[in-house]
């Protein structure tokens, strides 16, 4: 290790400028408190890079990093890579405030494998249907939509109400979309979508008798041939889906360039407290669509602190994502644009006063389903994402494309 090395803490960041912001200003607070005198090296990356950098490279493993931001889409790949330090030790000498009993259940699952803990919660919020309140209350927009198809102008609640209303609310000369998809091929939101859309159509990802990932289904032929008619249909989307990620999709929302979307909770709650929204006050949620004959779902992913194998300064990074971890910072984060997941944030009246809805992240938790937590989801997940950006970028039958996606899936799988 250089000289230079045994003086810097490591953390590599999702790249969100809520994310970015609150890491500057918590460490500020650890220093003031504890003496440190270490300096904080904190890199912001995008996911792929994020990715390649503390697992596809090794980072974790060989000390490049002490801290880094991990989704739980890659927490058992982690794990089993032996890339993470395990936490429980520390956590049973010195617990974070209030652990485990401050934080819901769904957020302490994933990161758990019995024998050891590989992480602590950072930030949440479970998808749902985020809408402009402003554009449905509109006496105008009302008026036109009863006229133009008869029916009253609501929140939908199916697939096909949602498209719907979302050429209604498309406007290009106000720049205003009625819906934004999140089509960046990160391996992540094409997922989410994916499994959202299986969901709400009575289907499901994982077969329950052989706990295998399962692409090609009645229920996946339907929603892609929804989600390919949705993406093609410029009367509807936002022109730059293909280049939106989640964030990116998040924040023309808080533009005013959307007027609904399915996206991660988080994304109604930033668009209430940064400074460039126009939103403010004029945000609500909804369940997310399903089909006719099915019914809504949700998804909870989550974003962990957690410590690399190989971390030089482990007990200062155990430190500092114990701090990170209490109820002021988890605040502040909040306050930030980001999504604390401690319940005391939920209830808290200053966040319930910036965020009106923010209390109603325990009911969204109750319902919300995850992924499956496998050492290979990763490869797993880059079928499903070609699976999806084929159907939207080709006119291929759709049950062809999802059979062919099925066959590279069980030969990962084994079979």
Same mark, same amino acid.
């Given at each position: 290790?250089?000289?230079?090395?045994?003086?810097?803490?490591?953390?590599?960041?999702?790249?969100?400028?809520?994310?970015?912001?609150?890491?500057?200003?918590?460490?500020?607070?650890?220093?003031?408190?504890?003496?440190?005198?270490?300096?904080?090296?904190?890199?912001?990356?995008?996911?792929?890079?994020?990715?390649?950098? *503390?697992?596809?490279?090794?980072?974790?493993?060989?000390?490049?990093?002490?801290?880094?931001?991990?989704?739980?889409?890659?927490?058992?790949?982690?794990?089993?890579?032996?890339?993470?330090?395990?936490?429980?030790?520390?956590?049973?000498?010195?617990?974070?405030?209030?652990?485990?009993?401050?934080?819901?259940?769904?957020?302490?699952?994933?990161?758990?494998?019995?024998?050891?803990?590989?992480?602590?919660?950072?930030?949440?919020?479970?998808?749902?249907?985020?809408?402009?309140?402003?554009?449905?209350?509109?006496?105008?927009?009302?008026?036109?939509?009863?006229?133009?198809?008869?029916?009253?102008?609501?929140?939908?609640?199916?697939?096909?109400?949602?498209?719907?209303?979302?050429?209604?609310?498309?406007?290009?000369?106000?720049?205003?979309?009625? *819906?934004?998809?999140?089509?960046?091929?990160?391996?992540?939101?094409?997922?989410?979508?994916?499994?959202?859309?299986?969901?709400?159509?009575?289907?499901?990802?994982?077969?329950?008798?052989?706990?295998?990932?399962?692409?090609?289904?009645?229920?996946?032929?339907?929603?892609?041939?929804?989600?390919?008619?949705?993406?093609?249909?410029?009367?509807?989307?936002?022109?730059?889906?293909?280049?939106?990620?989640?964030?990116?999709?998040?924040?023309?929302?808080?533009?005013?360039?959307?007027?609904?979307?399915?996206?991660?909770?988080?994304?109604?709650?930033?668009?209430?407290?940064?400074?460039?929204?126009?939103?403010?006050?004029?945000?609500?949620?909804?369940?997310?669509?399903?089909?006719?004959?099915?019914?809504?779902?949700?998804?909870?992913?989550?974003?962990?602190? *957690?410590?690399?194998?190989?971390?030089?300064?482990?007990?200062?990074?155990?430190?500092?994502?114990?701090?990170?971890?209490?109820?002021?910072?988890?605040?502040?984060?909040?306050?930030?644009?980001?999504?604390?997941?401690?319940?005391?944030?939920?209830?808290?009246?200053?966040?319930?006063?910036?965020?009106?809805?923010?209390?109603?992240?325990?009911?969204?938790?109750?319902?919300?389903?995850?992924?499956?937590?496998?050492?290979?989801?990763?490869?797993?997940?880059?079928?499903?994402?070609?699976?999806?950006?084929?159907?939207?970028?080709?006119?291929?039958?759709?049950?062809?494309?999802?059979?062919?996606?099925?066959?590279?899936?069980?030969?990962?799988?084994?079979?």
């Amino acid at each position: 290790m250089t000289v230079e090395r045994q003086n810097v803490l490591r953390v590599a960041v999702r790249r969100f400028e809520p994310f970015e912001r609150s890491i500057d200003q918590m460490w500020s607070a650890f220093c003031e408190s504890t003496g440190c005198t270490l300096r904080i090296e904190a890199v912001p990356l995008d996911l792929h890079p994020l990715y390649e950098a *503390t697992l596809g490279c090794g980072g974790l493993k060989s000390g490049d990093w002490d801290i880094a931001q991990m989704t739980t889409d890659w927490i058992a790949e982690a794990q089993a890579a032996g890339a993470l330090e395990d936490l429980r030790p520390m956590i049973e000498a010195n617990p974070p405030e209030d652990f485990p009993g401050g934080w819901s259940p769904s957020m302490l699952g994933f990161q758990d494998f019995g024998g050891c803990i590989v992480g602590l919660p950072f930030h949440d919020g479970p998808e749902c249907l985020i809408y402009r309140k402003d554009l449905f209350e509109d006496d105008g927009n009302r008026d036109r939509y009863f006229k133009r198809t008869g029916r009253e102008l609501v929140v939908p609640t199916t697939w096909d109400d949602f498209h719907q209303v979302a050429r209604f609310l498309t406007d290009p000369k106000r720049n205003q979309y009625g *819906t934004v998809v999140a089509g960046f091929p990160d391996g992540h939101n094409t997922v989410f979508d994916f499994a959202l859309h299986v969901w709400t159509r009575g289907g499901e990802l994982v077969d329950p008798a052989t706990n295998r990932v399962v692409v090609d289904s009645p229920a996946a032929h339907r929603g892609m041939r929804f989600y390919r008619e949705l993406l093609q249909d410029t009367t509807a989307i936002h022109p730059d889906c293909r280049e939106l990620d989640s964030v990116k999709s998040g924040l023309a929302f808080a533009r005013g360039e959307v007027a609904m979307m399915v996206n991660w909770f988080g994304f109604a709650s930033m668009s209430e407290v940064v400074d460039e929204s126009v939103v403010k006050g004029k945000v609500d949620l909804a369940p997310i669509p399903h089909d006719r004959d099915g019914s809504s779902a949700s998804l909870n992913c989550y974003w962990l602190h *957690t410590i690399g194998s190989g971390a030089p300064h482990a007990s200062v990074a155990y430190e500092f994502i114990r701090f990170m971890a209490s109820r002021e910072n988890d605040k502040r984060l909040t306050l930030n644009g980001g999504t604390g997941c401690r319940k005391s944030t939920w209830w808290d009246a200053d966040v319930n006063c910036e965020v009106p809805y923010y209390h109603r992240l325990k009911s969204l938790h109750e319902f919300a389903r995850t992924l499956p937590r496998l050492a290979n989801w990763s490869q797993l997940a880059g079928v499903i994402d070609d699976l999806v950006l084929e159907t939207m970028d080709s006119d291929k039958p759709v049950e062809q494309i999802t059979a062919a996606a099925q066959s590279r899936i069980d030969e990962i799988q084994g079979s």
